[in-house]
Every structure is written in structure tokens, then in C-alpha cells.
């Protein structure tokens, strides 16, 4: 005899939809009921690890620094190169110019200011959108400057009814680098 049991736990039997498990009656033989215990798992049953990671997650990956020309050992150009990425599991489908990345000067004293912005459309699974600012950079300034890049999106993205450009996760859009970053770069010349 066969008999129906409501389970609500993650396992063989749940169906998940768009990471949600939805409860299911399923028929369990009354043999087998015995092992089953409500609210667990099977022993030796592993959940994948991204099983919770968010669908769409647009991220400030990272601020890529680079001295570009040097005119001595202490001054020079340096590259800021943004690199926006989705690390979610879902392509971000989007109007253009909905998002932009932009990318601040914060100098003590002076306030902040944009100085490089990037407009951006779609972006698929690890796809990346990149863009650099240059500046001529002086490692003996007392007060150097910190840069902050962050995702800006428009204020009506989550009701524009596309699910498809929703960022899930606000807390990995922003990234700051500090002047003392770019200071430690190798800005002594080689003598090889």
C-alpha cells in the first residue's frame, strides 16, 4: 500500500523552480517510509555548492591598476581598468543605458568626483564589461586620492517588468581602491 507524504525538505523527490522548492505529494511505498525522517536529508546526499548563489549578480569584479609610463622613480601615468562581471547563473537582459558603471575620485579635502563612466547593455553568464581612466600620478603626494567604482542602475529597473535585468546582489557593486595601492606599485625602474 502505497501512502502520500508531504515533503518540503531539498531532496530527489522536491522540484526546485528558479531556486524556490516547492512542496510536491509524492507516492512512497510503505516499505521505505521507515527511512525516511521529515525536514533532513538522505545521508551521503550533497547539496551542489551554488545551489543559493543568485540568479543574476552583476559585481564590480575588480580595479585592475598598471603603471602605463613612468617620468622618474615616484611620478608617472597609471591605468584604472573597471571590470564589471556577471557572476551569476543567469544572462542579464537588459535595455541600453539602464546601468552604468561609474568610477569616482574621493580626494580628502576635495570631495568626490566621476571621473570615467560606462554606459552597458547585456552582459551574459561571466561576461565582462570594462573600460579605464589614466592618470598622471605623483607617489610623493601626502593625501592620495581613493577611486570607487560602482554599478548605478535605474531607479525603475525593478519594476520595469523585465526580471531578466534584476541585480540580486548589491552588496558586490561597488569596489575601492586606495592611493596607497598605486603607490606600491613597481614604479622603480629595473636596472636588468
Same mark, same amino acid.
Given at each position: ?11 530527489? =523527490?522536491?522540484? $526546485?523552480?528558479?531556486?524556490?522548492? @516547492? =512542496?510536491?505529494? #509524492? *507516492? ?9 525522517? !521529515?525536514?533532513? @536529508? /538522505? *545521508?551521503?546526499?550533497?547539496?551542489? *555548492?551554488?545551489? $543559493?548563489?543568485? +540568479? #543574476?549578480? @552583476?559585481?564590480? &569584479?575588480? #580595479? ?40 569616482? &575620485?574621493?580626494? /580628502? ?32 603626494? &601626502?593625501?592620495? !586620492? ?13 519594476? +520595469?517588468?523585465?526580471?531578466?535585468? +534584476? ?7 561597488? *569596489? ?5 595601492? #598605486?603607490?606600491?606599485? /613597481? ?6
Amino acid at each position: 500500500m502505497n501512502t502520500t507524504v508531504k515533503l518540503i525538505t531539498a531532496s530527489v =523527490a522536491g522540484i $526546485f523552480f528558479s531556486g524556490i522548492l @516547492l =512542496a510536491q505529494d #509524492i *507516492k512512497v511505498p510503505s516499505k521505505i517510509q521507515k527511512n525516511l525522517t !521529515p525536514n533532513q @536529508l /538522505p *545521508k551521503n546526499t550533497e547539496i551542489p *555548492k551554488d545551489l $543559493f548563489k543568485k +540568479d #543574476i549578480d @552583476l559585481a564590480v &569584479e575588480k #580595479i585592475n591598476l598598471s603603471i602605463v609610463s613612468r617620468k622618474d622613480n615616484y611620478r608617472g601615468r597609471v591605468k584604472m581598468e573597471v571590470v564589471v562581471k556577471n557572476v551569476g547563473r543567469r544572462n542579464y537582459t537588459t535595455g541600453a543605458e539602464q546601468q552604468v558603471a561609474i568610477l569616482y &575620485e574621493n580626494t /580628502p579635502g576635495a570631495g568626490s568626483r566621476a571621473v570615467a563612466t560606462k554606459a552597458f547593455g547585456n552582459v551574459a553568464v561571466n561576461g565582462t564589461v570594462k573600460f579605464s581612466y589614466y592618470k598622471d600620478w605623483q607617489t610623493s603626494d &601626502e593625501f592620495p !586620492p581613493t577611486y570607487t567604482a560602482v554599478i548605478v542602475f535605474d531607479p525603475d529597473i525593478y519594476i +520595469d517588468g523585465n526580471d531578466n535585468n +534584476d541585480d540580486s546582489n548589491a552588496s558586490n557593486n561597488k *569596489k575601492t581602491v586606495e592611493g596607497a595601492q #598605486i603607490n606600491s606599485l /613597481p614604479w622603480t625602474k629595473s636596472t636588468k
